[in-house]
């Protein structure tokens, strides 16, 4: 594994359908992760390469000064190396001139990567059983 170089993009970027398509629709992926990794209108994405190999992505969308962080994947093979901690530290720092508070809704694997950023638990999230809420301030 090379350099892990993390960029930020959005669905009006061309490289965007390329490197995440792909992923969008991958039934593995939207059985992992509960839901499809859906490409709203406004969702930034940070997407983890190695070279052109996509490692792990995760989006987070604005709404007035609430950042929800979402769609975490880290690919299979990439596990442990760190690339959810990367896309969330990267993320953080990218909310923090646009919003208070970070919201995210996660699954047990991601919870400790939340954890380790600050984010404190407040339960479990409506219709999704198996995921905890989380929030952080920013302020």
Known sequence: MGAVRVVR??????????????????RTVIAELGAPPYDDPGKVWFIALDGEQVMGFAGVRFYDKQAIF??????PEYRRRGIHKQLTAERLEYAKSR???VVATVTRA?????????????????????YTRMVRSLL
Request: aromatic share 16%; proline share 6%; hydrophobic share 25%.
């Open 70 to 75: 979402c769609s975490d994947y880290t690919v």
């Open 110 to 130: 991601g919870q400790r990567t939340y954890e380790y950023f600050g984010f404190g638990a407040t339960g479990r999230s409506g219709h999704m059983k198996n």
């Open 99 to 101: 919003a208070h508070s």
């Open 9 to 26: 993009l959005t669905n009006t970027d061309p490289e965007f359908y390329p490197l995440l398509g792909p992923f969008l629709a991958q």
